[in-house]
Nanobody
Framework: QVQLVESGGGLVQAGGSLRLSCAAS????????MGWIRQAPGNEREFVAG????????DYRDSVKGRFTIARDNAKNTVYLQMNSLKPEDTAVYYC?????????????????WGQGTQVTVSS
């Protein structure tokens, strides 16, 4: 499967911003929907954001709407997650994930693979 490598995580105070990037190992990435999932310690993985193969459709979990923006640059085989107005409850390991098809992923089960993750920690 396509390898996905996340970067951009780190420590930030509440209200701050981070931009996560996801680099794919091959251009096959461009034919699939993509997205981000996250997992806090002791919790299940949860859907964060999804984007269709061409970038025309997006979806977000309610708690991040208006704060997070997902985007993709297929020419660069890269997916981004811009996170603004971060809250402590956003603290988690964030995983870039490939969808099972070209449509916009809207839940964790819409993804077929994911990367190793990048830690995002938001302090109060």
């Amino acid at each position: 499967q396509v390898q996905l490598v996340e970067s951009g995580g780190g420590l930030v105070q509440a209200g701050g911003s981070l931009r996560l990037s996801c680099a794919a190992s091959g251009r096959i990435l461009s034919v699939y929907g993509m997205g981000w999932i996250r997992q806090a310690p002791g919790n299940e993985r949860e859907f964060v954001a999804g984007i269709s193969w061409g970038g025309g459709s997006t979806d977000y979990r309610d708690s991040v709407k208006g704060r997070f923006t997902i985007a993709r640059d297929n020419a660069k085989n890269t997916v981004y997650l811009q996170m603004n107005s971060l809250k402590p409850e956003d603290t988690a390991v964030y995983y870039c994930a490939r969808g099972v098809g070209p449509g916009v992923p809207v839940r964790t089960t819409d993804f077929g693979s994911w990367g190793q993750g990048t830690q995002v920690t938001v302090s109060s």
